[in-house]
């Protein structure tokens, strides 16, 4: 099969590699029929996960078709359609009975394994472990460029962002980073009941994308962000200030946002140690909260966007062959040239 593999920071070919196949009774084998590409490659291939190395199949989304599976597995058969997502899970393990499968202890100690500690979803065939705990059936409703967005972007945005930061009716909220991430939390923050919910990007076009995914402002990245948030809300900063882009100035650009009482929701995945001003924040009785998506809301997210609630779909704006990927990487990378928000590639 082909498939697109790691070779160390800034290098990753297409290339044949041996075919995926059922190595355990709990696995199953999906045919890739659409992926798509995270800003957690891009931080891979910037050397910022220093887990995935030199020989790794990149990627950790997909929607697909099963063609092989173990002889424990009850509840897939060959044929059907899944999604398979971020976080893979045993479903036995103390914390994925706590609902917190980002941290399953059977899969590794860390639910994200796919594209990171085993091959992942950027090629033909992709194996996946613990199945009946890990995958689920797409309904038929919901098409493959819209369920290949509730693999990782979505639940991330809502669960690290929105949940995580407890957004509640009335609020006011600001999302750092308007890529695929950040406007998942901008689509899922409308859910409850935010007053106000401003976008901050460098990107126009995203920006333009955060209104037409219900945010009430946007702001473009400058000398003044802050003081124009801070201008939006009544002067005292947002509730929750949602960070989704990685980098320290972001972090601290969310701090700054944020009220008395609020909460900053990290979701960035950060590559270096950040200084946060902690002489302003203890006694702002603000809360931070970080972490790896579980993707526990894909059910209730799912059932969103095959009622038409949510228009993932949308978020998709460049299409690709698999034989395309080095383009698709450029496109995705250039976000801001491209007018891309989410790539999606098929075979
Ligand atoms: N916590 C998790 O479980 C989890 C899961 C998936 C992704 N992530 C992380 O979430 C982040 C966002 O992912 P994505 O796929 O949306 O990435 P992305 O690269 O598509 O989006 C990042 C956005 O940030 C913007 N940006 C860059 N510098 C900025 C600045 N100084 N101020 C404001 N905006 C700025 C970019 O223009 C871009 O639109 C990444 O760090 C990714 O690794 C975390
Ligand atoms: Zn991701
Ligand atoms: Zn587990």
């Excluded at 935010?194 to 955060?210: G, Q, T």
């Excluded at 809300?233 to 009482?261: F, K, S």
Aim: glycine share 12%; with cysteine; charged share 20%.
């Amino acid at each position: 099969m082909k498939a697109l593999v790691y070779h160390g920071p800034g290098l990753k070919s297409w290339e044949d590699v041996p075919d995926a196949t059922v190595d355990e009774p709990t696995d199953v084998v999906v045919r890739v029929d659409t992926t798509t590409i995270c800003g957690t490659d891009l931080h891979i291939l910037g050397g910022d996960v220093a887990a995935v190395t030199d020989g790794r199949i990149l990627g950790h989304e997909a929607v697909g078709t099963v063609v092989a599976v173990g002889e424990a597995v009850k509840g897939f058969a060959v044929g059907d359609r899944v999604l398979v997502p971020a976080i893979t899970r045993c479903g036995r393990c103390s914390y994925c009975q706590a609902g917190m499968p980002s941290h399953c202890q059977t899969v590794g100690g860390v639910g994200w394994i796919l594209g990171h500690l085993i091959d992942g979803t950027q090629a033909e065939l992709v194996r996946v472990p613990y199945a009946d705990t890990s995958l689920y059936l797409v309904p038929d409703g919901v098409s493959d460029e819209q369920a290949i967005f509730l693999a990782d972007s979505l639940p991330t945005g809502y669960e690290v962002g929105v949940l995580a930061g407890r957004v509640r009716p009335g609020q006011t909220v600001a999302v750092v980073g308007a890529g695929a991430v950040g406007l998942a939390a901008v689509l899922t923050t409308g859910l409850w009941g935010a007053s106000k919910v401003i976008a901050i990007d460098s990107n126009r076009f995203r920006l333009d994308k955060a209104l037409e995914f219900g945010a009430t402002d946007v702001v473009e990245v400058g000398p003044d962000t802050v003081a124009e948030v801070i201008a939006l809300t009544d002067g005292l900063g947002v509730d929750v200030a949602i960070e989704a882009v990685g980098y320290p100035q972001t972090l601290l650009t969310a701090a700054a946002l944020v009220r008395p009482g609020g909460r900053i929701a990290n979701v960035g995945v950060h590559g270096a140690p950040v200084e946060l001003p902690m002489q302003d924040l203890w006694i702002h009785n603000v809360t931070l909260t970080m972490g790896l998506v579980d993707t526990v809301s894909i059910p209730t997210l799912l059932t969103m966007v095959a009622s038409g609630k949510i228009p993932a779909e949308k978020m998709g704006t460049h299409s690709f062959t698999f034989d395309q990927i080095d383009e698709a990487y450029d496109v995705f990378k250039n976000a801001a040239a491209n007018s891309a928000l989410k790539v999606i590639l098929r075979p």
